[in-house]
């Protein structure tokens, strides 16, 4: 049914929405009703309607206590950006128009319009012009389509179509990483049907970083046969990068397609500080990046750029009598996963056009410049310890009182991040980085200024005394 006054209903939300954004600013990350609140929504299924402005007042009323505010300033967990204005309007515009970017022909101006993002974004991360790209939901998918187009390429080598043959007959494929290798490319793995346990991961200690010498004597002993190198842009404890142009200047002696993950990392290209952690990625054959981090737009947004775009059509070829083929121009459809797909672009475009490669630079540089704050206050504080170099946008460390003995600092620190999570006034996730249980905030939100990383240090230490205390 169509409602019948659909500009009241869309004025209450944008009225609404400007107050939840407003209150984000300031109010707890977590309220402690969340449980409750979600519980309360699993209701009877009601057989008559209430309208539409019923269910609206409800998910509104209940937002404060029933989110976790990631879109607000003091979000630090995992790696999770908020949306910027404009990438946020742009996200209702798209829901607006609605349209189906699958088929030209359904949507040829938002469809089109990914070509051009692709080119803009491509541009910003210093890729050859020459490659191709596609937007997808996020880091999983963009790592399964550039590895899809690897293990294609791997297949060719042994003279094979796996998309269209399967894998019955051929040899096991050869993957190898770093210990930083991310669950994203895990599990990527898994739904090629290479398998998430046939990585061969070359560490030299226990933080994961990349053995190169053991990493080039694995490709030597290959003896040419073919095989996928992933390199990492952006691990998640610390936001350390393996030795990108190390790793391909080796790959490229052998037989190799090369992926780079990219996740948040890739974003350090539009700083000069963090640059040259990505040098030798432009000589790489796929890399991925995430548009729901960094970038600041909704969820759920990823990139997957290739170097030779043919592959796309190998894994992602689709065929009906019904759909309309070999046009001049292509449709996306047959180019990734998704079939029927969210016009993904007009959030990307809005964004990078209202705040530019300038704007985004100086973000970037800001959440470089907030990192080296944490760290600073860090290191001057005598119950904090800072466990890794801050390359990036991530802060390893620990609550470190001199009095507690090593063996119980593990259990202080999870107790510490229940007390962080049930506090709510910041939101922290924890990692175990070489065996010690850590805080790791993530700087990605455009809203995130000094006095919110002041408030982190402040709450961890204050929240850490009371549970030494108890």
Known sequence: MIEPDVEKLLAYVAKEATRYLEWTSTAPVRSP?????????????????????????????????????SAGPRFFGFVIGGATPAALAADWVTSTLDQNVGLDVCGPVASRLEFVVVAWLREMFGLPSSWGGVLVTGATMANFTGLACGRRWWAQQHGRDVDDEGFAGLPGVPVLSSGYLHGSSHKALAMLGIGRNTVRKFARDEAGRLDVDAYGRALEELGGAPAIVIANAGEVNTGDFDPIAEMIDIARQHNTWVHVDGAFGLFGALSPRTAPLLAG???????????????????????????????????????????????????????????SQRARAWTV??????????????????????AQRIAARVDAAPD?????????????????????????LNALNERLLDALLADGRVFVTGTLYEDKRALRPALVN?????????????????????????
């Open 446 to 470: 455009w809203r995130t200024q000094e006095a919110d990383v002041d408030l982190l240090v402040d709450v961890v230490r204050e929240l850490g005394a009371k549970v030494l205390a108890t």
């Open 384 to 408: 904090l310890e800072l466990l890794a170099e801050v390359k990036l946008n991530i802060v390893c460390f620990r609550f470190r009182p001199p009095e507690v003995p090593e063996e119980e």
């Open 33 to 69: 009703r969340v449980d409750e609140v979600a519980a309360s929504f699993d209701i009877k299924l009601p057989e008559d309607g209430e309208g539409a402005l019923a269910p609206l007042q409800e998910i509104f009323d209940k937002a404060r206590e029933g989110a976790v505010h």
């Open 281 to 339: 990625t432009e000589r790489a054959d796929s890399v991925t990046s995430d548009g729901h981090k960094w970038l600041n737009v909704p969820y759920d947004c990823g990139f997957a750029f290739v170097r030779d775009v043919s592959y796309l059509a190998g894994p992602f070829g689709v065929s009906a009598a019904y759909l309309r083929a070999g046009e001049d121009t292509p449709n996306l459809a047959f180019m990734k996963p998704e079939a």
């Open 349 to 370: 475009w809005a964004t990078l056009r209202a705040y530019g490669h300038s704007g985004y630079r100086a973000m970037i540089e800001r959440h470089l410049d907030l």
